[in-house]
């Protein structure tokens, strides 16, 4: 793949990921831990759609920050300080997801229309020509869908934020000729860059996990059924671990071997997807009651309740974890 050509103000394109990419990424996660409280509060068919397509909505404009740094690497202050600003539109937005359907969805739509603004304001530095422009139509035309589905209710909330989704990821598809799909040689990425982002993405997930494994045990009820449960419940994101880190050279070495008028978005996305959810979705929100254990028994079956991590296995097997690579990438 061609290296990403640098815009003015960048002499170098990215290489590795900076410092202030993993404070963004630290920021992101939050969102996730969200999303499994909205997930664990409702497991049903609607809830499960509630949460997939705001989890839709916030995953295509990570990954288009992760293009951003990929073009753009934030080495200037004035760089950094807009990246702070895009976070404070996620933590916004984070904030107003359990309630994003009811009373926080002006919020979520606030959130999402400075971080969109942000995206499009830093990628004017990365000297992609046209492609901004095309590029520009549908991202703010979708953040103004957000933003404008905060100020409505119901039936028309829901439909506001599917056209937004559809409008991103997949109008331009069916209008090529008029998006920036037509021009997508443009983007060029860094493959170390790339992959290196979405494992860091990964191990902060994780880190989440194993933090509130800690916090859910109950301390005055410890015994070997307790030491047990915790070395299983440590063993799964441990598993997803091994899983994902198992080959990051080769995952650089294809997409590198990738021409870059295969390597679009729609494959990024979709391949940093399948490495990030199941890592994001196997977790315990810190919301969850500690965990009821003595010895190995529950103590009273009421009460007891599996860590949300356990009962939400959307979306995939762990195995698929890193590797479920689309065609196109």
């Known amino acids: 793949m061609t290296p990403a050509r640098p815009g003015p103000g960048n002499p170098a394109p990215a290489d590795r990921v900076t410092t202030v990419e993993v404070f963004f990424d630290l920021v992101f996660v939050f969102t996730l831990t969200q999303l499994t409280r909205v997930l664990e509060a409702d497991l049903s068919p ?28 934030p080495r200037m202050p004035a760089q950094k300080l807009l990246l702070f600003v895009g976070m404070v539109g996620f933590l916004l937005a984070a904030v107003g997801v359990p309630d994003a ?5 002006l919020l979520f739509g606030v959130g999402y229309l400075v971080v969109i603004s942000v995206h499009l304001l830093l990628f004017t530095r990365a000297g992609i020509g046209p492609a901004l422009t095309r590029l520009a139509v549908y991202n703010l035309g979708s953040a103004l869908l957000v933003f404008v589905g905060g100020f409505v209710d119901g039936t028309a909330r829901y439909a506001c934020w599917l056209a937004a989704l559809a409008l991103q990821s997949v109008v331009p598809y069916l209008v090529p000729r008029i998006s920036w799909v037509r021009v997508l040689s443009e983007f060029r990425l860094q493959p170390g860059h790339f992959v290196e982002r979405h494992g860091l993405l990964v191990i902060i997930a994780l880190g989440e996990s194993v933090v509130a494994i800690g916090m859910g045990v109950d301390t005055a009820h410890v015994g070997i059924g307790t030491g047990a449960v915790i ?20 995952e650089e070495d294809r997409l590198a071997a990738t021409g870059p008028e295969r390597a679009g978005w729609p494959s990024g996305w979709a391949s940093g997807t399948s490495r ?54």
């Open 276 to 329: 990030c959810c199941s890592a994001s979705w196997w977790r315990r929100p810190a919301s969850t009651p500690r965990w009821p254990i003595r010895g190995a028994r529950p103590t009273g079956a009421r009460h007891w309740r599996w860590p949300a991590a356990w009962r939400c296995t959307w979306p995939g097997s762990p195995a698929c974890a890193g590797r479920c690579t689309p065609p196109r990438c």
């Open 231 to 250: 070395a299983l419940a440590l063993a799964l994101p441990a598993a997803l671990w091994w899983t994902y880190f198992t080959d990051t050279p080769g």
């Open 46 to 73: 609607t809830g499960l759609a509630r949460v997939l397509l705001l989890f839709g909505i916030l995953w295509w404009m990570f990954d288009g920050y992760v293009w951003l740094a990929n073009h753009v690497p």
């Open 101 to 105: 359907f009811d009373g926080t969805g």
